[in-house]
T-cell receptor
């Protein structure tokens, strides 16, 4: 049973560019959340997708957007990249929009903005 | 959102029990207590969660104070593989906004000495 898979694992962009990160959920999961983790800090919630809609959003500007497909996979898009967007981006999946059970995380996509 | 307080770091000897404390004095009656850990270069991993009663699983035990203002994660026999950052997180119940996200603090860096 494949767990949560994210791609790419590492990427380098320059300021002002745009980036798309991808996440395939664990089998049987229908909810995808995205987190940003700066070096030395805990992950911060960006948003959650369920039934192809954004259900909850953290304190992030609208340069951060997402999408969920009918097969439950998801994309995170970041426009007009800033140096401060350099971080590990984590995808977490679960079942149901408000299920309080465990979430499964991928290993993340490491974004470096130069 | 209710917040948690954890020590920045702890040390333990291999094969000895470890007690990781967490204070959450502003916890509401409907908040679950979740623990996740993050090994180096990996995404967070679910450890355990509970509401009022003590909980056990194959990884750890969770002891919850009677007034629910504090809890302790217990690793019964620490191994080198248990060296990680441990996060104590409060998560709201179903149909609440806080149920849809995990709010990570700084966590406790556990070092296991051979």
């Amino acid at each position: 049973d494949a767990g949560v898979t994210q791609s790419p694992t590492h990427l380098i962009k320059t300021r002002g560019q745009q980036v798309t990160l991808r996440c395939s959920p664990k089998s049987g999961h229908d909810t995808v959340s995205w987190y940003q983790q700066a070096l030395g800090q805990g992950p911060q919630f960006i948003f959650q997708y369920y039934e192809e809609e954004e259900r909850q959003r953290g304190n992030f500007p609208d340069r951060f957007s997402g999408h969920q497909y009918p097969n439950y996979s998801s994309e995170l898009n970041v426009n007009a990249l800033l140096l401060g967007d350099s971080a590990l981006y984590l995808c977490a999946t679960g079942t149901g929009a408000s299920n309080t059970g465990e979430l499964f995380f991928g290993e993340g996509s490491r974004l470096t903005v130069l | 959102d209710a917040k948690t307080t954890q020590p920045n770091s702890m040390e333990s000897n291999e094969e000895e029990p470890v007690h990781l404390p967490c204070n959450h004095s502003t916890i509401s009656g409907t908040d679950y207590i979740h623990w996740y850990r993050q090994l180096p270069s990996q995404g967070p991993e679910y450890v355990i969660h509970g509401l009022t009663s003590n909980v056990n699983n194959r990884m750890a035990s969770l002891a919850i104070a009677e007034d629910r203002k504090s809890s302790t994660l217990i690793l019964h026999r620490a191994t080198l593989r248990d060296a990680a950052v441990y996060y104590c997180i409060l998560r709201g119940r179903i149909s609440s906004g806080s149920a849809r996200q995990l709010t990570f603090g700084s966590g406790t860096q556990l070092t296991v000495l051979p």
